[in-house]
């Protein structure tokens, strides 16, 4: 699933959903900030065009974090 996979996507008016990755803790601070809830994807958004304030919470997807126990040359 992408950034903005085209299932949880819908027009708004020239403006695109950009979903965030919020726990439940941050709701209210994502509220205040101006996020608001999609009950049917059950993510918090805003639109592309205030992203920025929520760097925080973009999704993390597309970065892998692996254990690797290979020592550093």
Known sequence: MGLLDPSL???????EKFFLDVD???K???KKLGARWD????????TIENKRKF???WPKEGLRLVDDDTPPF
């Open 9 to 15: 996507r819908e027009n708004l008016t020239g403006s």
């Open 24 to 26: 439940f803790s941050d």
């Open 28 to 30: 209210d601070e994502v």
């Open 39 to 46: 009950p049917r994807a059950r993510k918090w958004w805003t």
């Open 55 to 57: 760097t925080v919470w």
